[in-house]
């Protein structure tokens, strides 16, 4: 006899279901900014204890202070993102009948709750706390934290569209199945991202955004750095990777574009992912011409997290099977149990 928690799970749409995940999206992006632009400040251990910020969970002066604003609020935002992925966990696990969809709210919850634990690692673990030589093992973890943050928006993405009215109703608007061949550029997009993402982190964390103070040369006169070094060599490779990525994304906007059974939404979605990959490289360069203004840096983390999280739904939208025409409406269809497993 079933129990009572599947009888009360559907397929259908749930309305206030997919304004929360989607508000848990906005809200994820909202701390991936204040995480970046605390370490484009440099405040990252502004408070040396963790979880709570100088013992309290509202430090004084934290409002008029940038450095302890910044990082504080990092905090809190951290929590709130934490208690919306329970909410969306539970909504799901006691209404959703689709197992790939409570299961990957389940990996949501273990992400940030990892997301947690990195971060304070990065702060306990400080050379500062452990009196250590070398930072090392802090910087290891903020890198680990930054790009585990980077997987985390693109599991919130696929789960937020997953709830969706087009995926659940519409097929994702889709007509027909897309190429193979543009399935595998971008998975191929999605991948050289992340690794140019995790470049960044490395990056940025070693401190090595202006290893080379010139753009887009290494020098005055030449594509190659005159001497090489740790920090001269990551940031150089960054800046190659970038090239890559541009290059990888552009081919795989080029063949959706052109792909006949690509509908009008996704042609959207591609035209964006272009401007952003346009913005993504006047930020880059605005970084060495501004001597690493924070807001520009910060922003540039940022557009770099809105490209995987594009490419990822792109892709990720690519895979959904259109939905064949049926008698009746979608909500009747899915309502009866007549829609497809992958829905």
């Not at 559907?10 to 848990?24: D, Q, S, V």
């Not at 409002?63 to 504080?72: G, I, K, N, Q, V």
């Not at 991202?193 to 940025?204: D, E, K």
């Amino acid at each position: 006899m079933p129990s009572s928690v599947a009888v009360n799970r559907n397929r259908n749409h749930k309305p206030a279901l997919a304004w929360l995940a989607w508000f848990t999206v906005g809200w994820t992006l909202l701390l991936l900014f204040m995480g970046g632009f605390t370490t484009s400040i440099g405040a990252g251990m502004v408070f040396l204890d963790w979880p709570l910020s100088d013992g309290s969970l509202n430090p004084q002066g934290w409002l008029s202070d940038r450095d302890m604003f910044a990082e504080h609020s990092h905090r809190l935002l951290g929590a709130q993102v934490g208690l919306l992925v329970i909410a969306l966990t539970l909504w799901l696990h006691f209404r959703e009948a689709r197992a790939w969809l409570r299961n990957l709210a389940l990996a949501a919850l273990v992400l940030v709750t990892l997301q947690g634990l990195l971060g304070g690692g990065r702060v306990l673990f400080d050379e500062l706390n452990i009196h250590s030589e070398h930072n090392l093992l802090a910087q290891t973890l903020a890198i680990i934290h930054a790009c585990a943050a980077q997987i985390f928006v693109c599991v919130m993405v696929a789960l937020a569209i997953g709830v969706s009215r087009f995926w659940i109703e519409g097929g994702a608007g889709l007509k027909a199945p897309l190429p193979g061949s543009l399935r595998g550029w971008g998975i191929a997009a999605c991948m050289a991202t992340f690794v140019q993402l995790i470049a960044g982190a490395v990056m940025r964390h070693h401190h090595a955004g202006l290893a080379i103070p010139y753009f887009p040369l290494s020098s005055p006169d030449s594509l190659l750095p005159p001497a090489w070094g740790f920090q001269v060599g990551i940031h150089f490779a960054h800046r190659v990777g970038a090239v890559l990525v541009t290059a990888v994304v552009a081919v795989f906007a080029w063949k959706l574009w052109r792909a006949r059974e690509t509908s009008a939404f996704l042609r959207v979605l591609t035209a964006l992912l272009v401007l952003l990959l346009t913005v993504q490289i006047y930020l880059g360069a605005s970084i060495v011409w501004t001597h690493r203004n924070p807001y520009p840096t910060t922003l540039h983390v940022i557009v770099g997290a809105l490209i995987l999280a594009l490419a990822w739904a792109i892709t990720f939208i690519s895979f959904r099977s259109p939905r064949p025409a049926r008698v009746g409406s979608p909500r009747e269809n899915i309502a009866s149990g007549t829609a497809d497993a992958a829905a």
